[in-house]
């Protein structure tokens, strides 16, 4: 089955920089989009940036000019540059792949913490 591997994130002070990195077992082109979400404790997951195959970007207002999504195509790999940290971006993290094969599939990684603390 698809798997999606995961690594970065960890702990950084408000107004610090992470980046989280997602390798897929199959080709980044073989998925309609990828993309981030997140989950903090009590809440529900939320996107928080998303690629298409073709380029397009897309980011929830609450990350947007502080997150940025991009693809290595030759390391097969999508990452999640995070700047401007602030404490309410403390979650897990998680990379999502999409693909429609006549149904819409989601695949997603294990889950990265980031925590935004002093």
């Known amino acids: 089955q698809v798997q999606l591997v995961e690594s970065g994130g960890g702990l950084v002070q408000p107004g610090g920089s992470l980046r989280l990195s997602c390798v897929p077992s199959e080709i980044i082109f073989r998925f309609n989009s990828m993309g981030w979400y997140r989950q903090a404790p009590g809440k529900q997951r939320e996107l928080v940036a998303a690629?298409?195959?073709?380029?397009?970007?897309n980011y929830p207002d609450s990350v947007k000019g502080r997150f940025t999504i991009s693809r290595d195509n030759a390391k097969n790999t999508v990452y999640l540059q995070m700047n401007s940290l602030k404490p309410e971006d403390t979650a897990v993290y998680y990379c999502?792949?999409?693909?429609?094969?006549?149904?819409?599939?989601?695949?997603w990684g294990q889950g990265r913490q980031v925590t935004v603390s002093s």
């Open positions: 999502n792949a999409q693909r429609i094969d006549g149904l819409l599939r989601n695949y």
């Open positions: 690629i298409t195959n073709g380029g397009s970007t």
